[in-house]
């Protein structure tokens, strides 16, 4: 759908999928302040996931799924996966193959995946 700016778009959809402080969503660390602000904003739960400097500030799908599996454990419900790609303020691009796993993970968790791709257009390499 089509909104005056990113921002206007990140708002109306975590304003949609939070329901109660029960509800959280995974937000890359670090990350553009947009999210935690706005997950705060509506009532919801911040459920912050470190990316892996070491590794190029990458995923580590098997602590993400600790990690959901420990929050679900406590009540929560998680509703989105923010996934920042370019990533800002990193600047990290995950190869297609890892993004690929990133969406079958989502799929199987049930989770929504939001994606941030408002500087893909940005990227100078051709294998990202």
Not at 3 to 32: C, F, H, K, M, W
Request: proline share 5%; net charge negative; hydrophobic share 40%.
């Amino acid at each position: 759908y089509l909104t005056d700016g990113a921002s206007a778009g990140v708002r109306n959809v975590l304003q949609s999928i939070i329901r109660s402080e029960e509800d959280a969503v995974l937000v890359p660390i670090p990350q553009y302040p947009l999210y935690s602000a706005g997950i705060a904003l509506y009532g919801g739960k911040l459920l912050p996931y470190e990316l892996n400097e070491a590794s190029g500030w990458g995923l580590d799908l098997e602590a993400l799924t600790h990690q959901v599996a420990a929050a679900r454990a406590e009540g929560y419900v998680i509703r989105a996966l923010v996934f920042i790609n370019p990533g800002n303020p990193t600047g990290q691009c995950l190869p297609g193959d890892e993004v690929k796993r990133l969406v079958e993970w989502c799929a199987q968790q049930r989770v929504v995946l939001l994606t941030d791709e408002v500087y893909q257009e940005l990227v100078y390499r051709d294998d990202r």
